[in-house]
Every structure is written in structure tokens, then in C-alpha cells.
């Protein structure tokens, strides 16, 4: 079984650039969750998925980020403009369904960098 | 609001050597799930165990194992005879039944470098 997938996996742009992320959960997973870890820190949530409808928006910058999962399967993350303490790595999960203690499973990452 | 404590950030063994990995955890729920997860250099989160709050037998697989207590709150860690390969970042999570708690809020983390 395939694995959750993100792409790309290093970015780096110059600061007031747009920027966006894309992830594939796996496969059946109707669940997808991004997450932000910065440097020697735990994942922290951003967004929740079930299906196509946002349930858990609530730490999303939504000045400047945003998200979509069009069809209930991949997700794409966007930050415009980016800012320099935007530099971070960004996770993307996905999980069978969001039962109460539900694994996530991980995607790779995409570690960006702002200048 | 949850929290968990991962109060040691570097851990560095010699190969061979046994090593545990503490995680505390504060929650008001009383059903709840705790986690391990594994970050190597990679990056990818690999996911280790669960556990429900309500199974506290301690739990084995292969050089890994897992105690959990509740009367102290903590969920630690041990590899036995680490290995080279063991070399990575240490997350454990939690997750509770109610409202803002059931997202997984993680620790810090814990760095274990395993020597040759």
C-alpha cells in the first residue's frame, strides 16, 4: 500500500512569494489533516478534512493560508504572501476516518524556506 | 488543554546499550489515546503504537516496548540493544474525546543518537 505523498519536498522562495503544497493521502484514507512543525518543535495541526469539508480550520492563518481537497482525495496547502517565519516543514496525514483516536499515518514533509 | 512532556531533548547511547524514553501527559479526559511515533532523518512521522487509555498492559514488539501508568500519567519508551538505524527523533502524542482535545498534540520530542 502506498503511502501518504508530498510534493515538492524542499522549497525555497524569496519572501511576498506565493507558495503551495501538495499532498495524496493513502488510499482510502477520507481524513487528511496538514500540519506545521517548525524546527525542534511536535507537529502542530493546521487543518482537518473529512472528505471535502473542512471540520477543523480553527489554527489556520487564514490571512495569509489556505487549503482545498476539491474532490475528497488529494489537498493542496497555499500561503500567500510568504513570510520569513513561514520557514518550516510542512506535514500532511491522512487516516481511515476521524474515530476518536483514529491513527495518522505521514507523508514525507516539504521543508520550506523563506528568504 | 492537553499537554505532553517530553522532558529529555538528547539522548546519545552507545550501541548495545538500552535506552528509555520518557513522555508525561496531562489531560482531563478520561478516555484518551496515546502515541509514539518515529522521525528518522527522512522526515516522514513513522508510526510505532497506540494506546487506549483503558488497556494499560505493557506491550512488546521485537527490541520495542512500552510502559504504560496511569497513576503517574506517563507512556515511556525502551529499546533494547539499540541499533545504528535507531537514530532519530521520538514523538509521543495524545489524543482525548472531547472538543479542542481530540486533535493529537504532540511533545517536543526527544533526539536519540545511537553510536557505532
Known amino acids: 500500500e502506498a503511502g501518504v505523498v508530498q510534493s515538492p519536498r524542499y522549497k525555497i522562495i524569496e519572501k511576498k512569494q506565493p507558495v503551495a503544497f501538495w499532498c495524496n493521502p493513502i488510499s482510502g484514507h477520507n481524513t487528511l489533516y496538514w500540519y506545521l512543525q517548525n524546527l525542534g518543535q511536535g507537529p502542530e495541526l493546521l487543518i482537518r478534512?473529512?472528505?471535502?469539508?473542512?471540520?477543523?480550520d480553527s489554527q489556520l492563518p487564514k490571512d495569509r493560508f489556505s487549503a482545498e481537497r476539491l474532490k475528497g482525495v488529494d489537498s493542496t496547502l497555499k500561503i500567500q504572501p510568504a513570510e520569513l517565519g513561514d520557514s518550516a516543514v510542512y506535514l500532511c496525514?491522512?487516516?481511515?476516518?476521524?474515530?476518536?483516536?483514529?491513527?495518522?499515518?505521514f507523508g514525507p514533509g516539504t521543508r520550506l524556506t523563506v528568504l | 488543554a492537553q499537554k505532553v512532556t517530553q522532558a529529555q531533548t538528547e539522548i546519545s547511547v552507545v550501541e548495545k546499550e538500552d535506552v528509555t524514553l520518557d513522555c508525561v501527559y496531562e489531560?482531563?479526559?478520561?478516555?484518551?489515546?496515546l502515541f509514539w511515533y518515529k522521525q528518522p532523518p527522512s522526515g516522514e512521522l513513522v508510526f510505532l503504537i497506540r494506546r487506549n487509555s483503558f488497556d494499560e498492559q505493557n506491550e512488546i514488539s521485537g527490541r520495542y516496548s512500552w510502559n504504560f501508568q496511569k497513576s503517574t500519567s506517563s507512556f515511556n519508551f525502551t529499546i533494547t540493544a539499540s541499533q545504528v538505524v535507531d537514530s532519530a527523533v521520538y514523538f509521543c502524542a495524545l489524543s482525548g474525546l472531547t472538543g479542542a482535545n481530540s486533535k493529537l498534540t504532540f511533545g517536543k520530542g526527544i533526539t536519540l543518537s545511537v553510536r557505532p
Open positions: 489531560t482531563r479526559d478520561t478516555t484518551y489515546y
Open positions: 496525514a491522512s487516516s481511515r476516518g476521524s474515530a476518536f483516536g483514529a491513527t495518522q499515518y
Open positions: 478534512y473529512e472528505n471535502e469539508e473542512a471540520v477543523d
